[in-house]
């Protein structure tokens, strides 16, 4: 018998069987057209072009590129500057069609001291139990991606099938969508428009799946395309994002939400190279407009109550050598959240070490993270969470990863005064894959 999970998987694939065929056309079209012609009188018309260049020469995959896209965990906010630096290096050739693909499934087992409470951050409050303890398999997501690269202009689509959709959403979701032109060689800036994670903040997660606080409260989405002017250097990334005042798929909302361009992000990093390949990043960003700023907590699309622009900043460093990281970020609000009367916060120390076992790439990590949003010894105050996690690769394509995570505290972001609860405590195992070309 087919389950839900099943016709999902398979709407998904019918989805994008469609959506490849329609960008194999144009992408074909574009480049005859960018194709020159040739000087002497032999010149041929754009159908025979269009024929003569064959698809196999179109149509190519990289994994590695094709990871850094998917990665829910690293580079959260900065993915067209890795696709116009993948292009740079030669990792993306030009006059391409560039098609990735991605499988992440976990099994989650849970236990908590109070029934019906499950602080893990990164799911949604349906997936648990009503009791005490749970164990349960979740599709994570099963993602499609294509990148068109032509002269001046990188195209990026992803969409994906998962089972934990926010109440209300589809299943089946159109996640991102966005041209950029510029050309790296030729200048270091760039223009894109698009849906796409906004250029705010680091929001890095070095467990294999699990999310900080500092993502869970301030990584930030747009729903309605924004406009992202870039400017990228081999050390250095600096964006401006100018987003229409509507309420995105996470944090971005704003006073009126009538459409207007007024709401806009600001971010910047720099590494500084030290000796023996060692290096310094540094980085931080400011956010206009962000869903703390209403007495009532609307986490669904809505225009909220005595509303104003509540901004956030963030902060963010990253000390690498050859095989390890270690990364402190810091985002506060501004102003009080009306809902709480406290500002907003969450800060995240982490550290990993790249290693091997049995000869293949492993990655032992070490997350702690706070949430903060309500004032000292009040049950919504904050939530914890620390996580030990390590990721093994035993193929190229294949990635095995395992938590074990703590949490603290029980704020969901939606009721926080109502259903806050201090006193709660879990403890949480993850086992999971990623499959990925």
């Known amino acids: 018998m087919a389950t839900p999970t099943d016709h999902g998987i398979e709407r998904i694939i019918h989805g994008f069987v469609i959506m490849v065929r329609v960008l194999k056309y144009l992408t074909a079209s574009f480049i005859a057209f960018s194709i020159p012609y040739a000087a002497s009188a032999d010149v041929t018309s754009r159908s025979d072009r269009v024929a003569a260049y064959s698809f196999d020469d179109v149509i190519k995959t990289d994994l590695r590129y094709s990871e850094q896209m998917f990665d829910r965990q690293d580079h959260v906010t900065d993915k ?65 991606n294509a990148t068109i690269t032509l002269p001046w202009v990188t195209a990026f689509v992803q969409g994906e099938y998962t ?36 250029n705010f903040g680091n ?52 006073p009126d939400n009538d459409g207007d361009l007024s709401n806009f992000a600001l971010n910047g990093t720099h590494r500084f190279d030290l000796a023996n390949a060692r290096s310094v990043t540094v980085g931080g960003g400011y956010l206009r407009g962000t869903i703390y700023d209403s007495t009532i907590a609307h986490h669904p699309p809505g225009v909220g109550i005595n509303r104003s622009w509540n901004n956030a900043y963030n902060v963010n460093a990253t000390y690498s050598g050859s095989n390890y990281d270690v990364m402190a970020e810091f985002t506060q609000t501004a102003d009080s959240w009306p809902a709480t009367g406290h500002k907003v916060s969450a800060t995240t120390l982490q550290g990993r070490y790249r290693s091997k076992i049995l000869g ?56 926080p005064t109502r259903v806050g609860d201090r006193s709660v405590e879990s403890h949480t195992f993850i086992v999971g894959a990623e499959l990925t070309f």
């Open 80 to 144: 067209i500057a890795v696709a116009l630096r993948a292009r740079q290096s030669g990792v993306l050739a030009p006059l391409s069609f560039y098609f990735g693909g991605r499988l992440v499934m976990t099994y989650i087992s849970e236990k908590t001291n109070t029934a019906g409470k499950f602080p893990i951050l990164s799911r949604l409050p349906p997936t648990h139990t009503s009791g005490k303890s749970d164990s349960y398999g979740v599709l994570n997501e099963a993602s499609l």
């Open 163 to 198: 089972e934990v959709e926010y109440p209300g959403q589809e299943d089946l979701q159109l996640r991102k969508y966005w041209v950029a032109v510029g050309d790296l060689d030729r200048a270091p800036f760039y223009v894109g428009v698009g849906r796409k994670t906004v």
């Open 360 to 415: 293949k790439p492993a990655v032992y990590s070490l997350t702690a993270s706070r949430g903060v949003q309500g004032a000292n010894g009040t049950e919504w105050e904050r939530m914890e969470q620390v996580i030990l996690g390590l990721e093994f690769e035993p193929t190229p394509h294949v990635k095995l990863g395992a938590e074990y995570m703590y949490n603290a505290g029980f704020v969901p972001l939606i009721l």
């Open 203 to 254: 929001f890095a997660s070095y467990a294999p799946f699990t999310h900080s606080h500092s993502s869970h409260y301030f990584w930030s989405q747009t729903d309605d395309p924004l406009i992202e002017l870039g400017y990228v250097t081999d050390r250095t990334h600096l964006a401006l994002s100018i987003i229409p005042e509507h309420r995105g798929l996470r944090v971005i909302s704003s």
